[in-house]
């Protein structure tokens, strides 16, 4: 298994380093293309139940086309120096942002976003909605926060349950588990699963090693702050990627994450999810 395409998404309107940087650096550890993306949805659709000034309209259409230019010009700036093949996409879309990014995603083997940071207001108009994207894309999801400009992915941390989230998320990054310097599995259980929960790590760890992935298995004890658990393991391992099963569930239309996700989510570490 292996990434041939890796779809990294510009948001309009700011920089777009953090992100561009984790998808050269995953191409490269994986000899992928990249496609880039930018879009918008425009100011009359998204807020469809107000009324929006012609004048308002047109400003909003002019300055798209602007950040449209400057994301291309961002992204080609980035994949200047990749040997894989590459290809731009912009556009406009009256979908909301995530669903016309899924659509795009069909032909890769892997979504970059750059997360903005938690507590912004999300702007319908230029951002995408990273809930819907992360538990609707029906493949990886490479999450990369502001401020973090990865080079290569070296030190892996695994956040491992016996669940179907957590087995497509190490499935999922089987490409840069097997290309990296180290990898940590590790699988925070209540004592009552503890004993099972050594055994399931023993087949992981069997499996890893049938596709030549060396790692160290790690099963500890719930504190009962499983987020704040996990985050000190990536802490210790200085791990530069977590891989995690993404869970959650919907209630009247929107995602309700689960706390660890939700958690990860609005981290300061790069982040593969899997739903």
């Not at 990434?3 to 994986?30: D, I």
């Not at 120096?81 to 290809?87: A, V």
């Not at 699988?187 to 060396?214: D, F, N, Q, S, Y």
């Amino acid at each position: 298994m292996a990434y041939a395409t890796v779809l990294v998404n510009l948001t309009l309107g700011r920089s777009n380093t953090p992100a561009l940087a984790a998808a050269v650096a995953v191409a490269g550890q994986c000899r992928a293309g990249i496609i880039g993306i930018a879009a918008c949805r425009p100011i009359e659709i998204a807020c469809r139940d107000y009324a929006v000034p012609a004048a308002l309209y047109e400003e909003d259409r002019k300055q798209a086309a602007q950040q449209m230019k400057a994301a291309e010009v961002e992204f080609q700036q980035a994949v200047a120096n990749l040997h894989g093949p590459t290809e731009w996409r912009a556009r406009t879309t009256a979908l909301p942002l995530a669903d016309h990014l899924l659509r795009e995603a069909r032909g890769a083997d892997l979504i970059v976003a750059g997360a903005a940071a938690p507590n912004v207001p999300l702007d319908v108009t230029r951002q995408v909605d990273l809930c819907d994207l992360v538990m609707g894309a029906g493949r990886p999801v490479l999450l990369v926060p502001d401020g973090a400009v990865p080079k290569r992915f070296e030190r892996i941390l695994v956040a491992w349950k016996d669940t179907p989230e957590a087995q497509r998320a190490i499935t999922s990054a089987l490409p840069l588990l097997a290309n990296c310097r180290h990898v940590s599995v590790v699988e925070i259980t209540p004592p009552e699963e503890l004993a099972a929960a050594r055994t399931g790590m023993g087949e992981i760890m069997r499996w890893l090693g049938h596709h030549e992935v060396k790692a160290a298995a790690t099963v500890t004890l719930s504190n009962g702050a499983n987020a704040k658990q996990l985050r000190a393991i990536a802490r210790d391992t200085s791990a530069d990627l977590v891989v995690a099963g993404a869970y959650g569930y919907r209630r009247e239309h929107e995602w309700v994450l689960g706390g660890v996700t939700a958690d990860l989510l609005a981290g300061d570490r790069c982040v593969l999810f899997a739903h």
